[in-house]
């Protein structure tokens, strides 16, 4: 019996979307762009009995990611890793807060690619851009804001393609939402997406992936 196909979405609130943390399949998902990737393809994959895991948590930055990245993704065994990362290491850095002293986020990013290369060799990786909007937060401070997530958006699409990842791009596409309405309809306090917003974002990542060289995974 063929095995079945293991989807792992990692990152932070952005994820989590209040994601259950028991087997309740009702909630497990929470109701972040995961819930609607899973949905969409958990339908047309149906035949192969597709399992969804979503292991982000609220607050977490990219060496929080590696810190439990045994337990929350190696072990899970998954046939794909999707992971969106970084605005709370650019918040730790703008608030001054002192777990943001020293920025290693584009370190520990690398690390746990690495690690994955190593130990899961046949995983598809997808590495999400992260993004941010000129409202809530980020509008009170927005050049500082501006140019770090830049500097991060750079180095994740950087890592993906020294590590064979797909890139799913996102800044632009909230940016051109822009167009048909404020920025506080797709992110509500410039970084947390809408119910809109993340829609914007499952739509992105489907039309990305599956157009990709992961097009076979699918």
Request: overall charge negative; hydrophobic content about 40%; charged content about 25%.
């Amino acid at each position: 019996m063929e095995k079945n196909r293991v989807v792992l979405f990692q990152g932070d609130s952005i994820t989590d979307g209040a994601r259950g943390r028991t087997d309740d399949p009702n909630h497990i998902l929470g109701h972040s762009y995961a819930y609607l990737i899973g949905a969409r393809l958990g339908f047309e994959w149906a035949e192969h009995r597709p399992v969804f895991y979503n292991r982000g948590i609220s607050g977490n930055r990219a060496s929080d990611l590696y810190a439990r990245w045994n337990e929350d993704a190696i072990s899970l065994s998954p046939d794909l890793i999707s992971i969106l990362i970084g605005v709370n290491d650019a918040w730790r850095t703008m608030s001054g807060n002192p777990s943001g002293v020293t920025d290693r986020f584009e370190r520990a990013y690398r690390h746990l690619l690495e690690e994955t290369r190593e130990v899961l060799p046949d995983a598809a990786l997808v590495l999400c851009e992260p993004f941010v909007l000129n409202t809530g937060a980020p509008g009170q401070n927005w050049e500082a804001w501006s140019e770090k997530m830049a500097a991060y958006r750079r180095t994740v699409r950087a890592l993906a393609e020294q590590y064979g990842a797909v890139f799913v791009p996102l800044q632009e596409a909230f940016d051109e939402a822009c167009g048909r309405a404020e920025a506080r309809y797709w992110l509500w306090d410039g970084v947390h997406p809408t119910a809109a917003g993340h829609e914007l974002i499952a739509k992105q990542w489907l039309d990305t992936v599956l157009r990709s060289k992961l097009a076979c995974f699918s």
